[in-house]
């Protein structure tokens, strides 16, 4: 069974960058076709894709993020790390990390997440 | 950039069948995930590809398409099947994912 877990911390300070990880049981981030994912969600809002790293390194951002966005690779570790610059309070969300799966038709779906890490902007 | 919408809120009493739609100009050519997230929990997925339920997922939801429309349908509709549902699917000029703005289900 795939399992999931974020780490970080909860509270960053306006302007710093947010660093965070995710480890991965039960399968591999090396494997073919693997695909990790960063998602959020602000408290009482909806749900925003960040972005995806294949297996072999080729990431996809949402554009709406990529200048403040880097992801990696860890295999190591068997983990993926997500890294935002220049938080700010409209940051402040749950921060997701999940396993994507590219079908035919070229969109990804998300069949396993994490429980989500709450990460607090504070000034 | 490109939108998925979906309603804010559908309300059903129990035992009756909610319909969920989602609508996106490119929806005729790509797929649909549907997502069930409960309060202060992680979504999950409940329809992949359009129309196919994962394992583990009850019968009463079943997932369909026509055109730039997809529904997530849910027949006999439980109080615990009260959450909020996403759909999701890609922006080609990335590509990457997008979600809709989720949709509030309330059984009462």
Known sequence: ?123 | SYELTQPPSVSVSPGQTARITCSGDALSEQYVYWYQQKSGQAPVLVIDKDSERPAGIPERFSGSSSGTIVTLTISGSQAEDEADYYCQSIDNSGPYPVFGGGTKLTVL
């Open chain 1, 1 to 123: 069974q795939l399992q999931l877990q974020e780490s970080g911390p909860g509270l960053v300070k306006s302007s710093e960058t947010l660093s965070l990880t995710c480890t991965v049981s039960g399968g591999s981030v090396s494997s073919s076709g693997y695909y990790g994912a960063w998602i959020r969600q602000p408290p009482g809002k909806g749900l925003e894709f960040i972005v995806n790293i294949y297996y072999s390194g080729t990431t996809y951002y949402n554009p709406s993020l990529r200048s403040r966005v880097s992801v990696s690779l860890d295999r190591s570790k068997n983990q993926f790390s997500l890294k935002m610059t220049s938080m700010t309070a409209a940051d402040t969300a749950v921060y997701y990390c999940a396993r994507a799966l590219r079908d035919t038709s070229g969109a990804w779906g998300f069949p396993h997440w994490g429980q989500g890490t709450l990460v607090t902007v504070s000034s």
